[in-house]
């Protein structure tokens, strides 16, 4: 079983920024496409970003086109989201999970998640 792990989550400001991190166990990272989720207070589980095996190949929700980037470094097992200009309405608790492709967008094709990380964007 994969293993995926959250850290980076907290309390910032509007306008702050804040890079979560995730770590995958496992020897077949570089195979995965990998992607963040959010579930804001009351709200359903959204797809936020996703990045593909290689580096270049990401997508991402329209609210943070811009403002968020995901990367990912494939020695480590590792995706980021680094999210600039916090809003309190990116406000939630964010998974990274293992997903079926880039533009795998549904909760329906996530096959492995972590146990999330808060991240709360006070105004």
């Known amino acids: 079983q994969v293993q995926l792990v959250e850290s980076g989550g907290g309390l910032v400001q509007a306008g702050d920024s804040r890079r979560l991190s995730c770590a995958v166990s496992?020897?077949?990272?570089?195979?995965?496409?990998m992607a963040w989720f959010r579930q804001g207070p009351g709200k359903e589980r959204e797809f936020v970003a996703s990045?593909?095996?290689?580096?270049?190949?990401?997508y991402y929700v329209a609210s943070v086109k811009g403002r968020f980037s995901i990367s990912r470094y494939n020695a480590k097992n590792a995706v980021y989201l680094r999210m600039n200009s916090l809003k309190p309405e990116d406000t939630g608790v964010y998974y990274c999970?293992?997903?079926?492709?880039?533009?795998?967008?549904?909760?329906?094709?996530?096959?492995?998640w972590g146990q999330g990380a808060q991240v709360t964007v006070s105004s």
């Open positions: 496992g020897n077949t990272f570089d195979v995965y496409y």
């Open positions: 999970a293992i997903t079926t492709g880039v533009y795998a967008t549904t909760i329906e094709s996530a096959n492995n």
């Open positions: 990045i593909g095996r290689g580096t270049s190949n990401t």
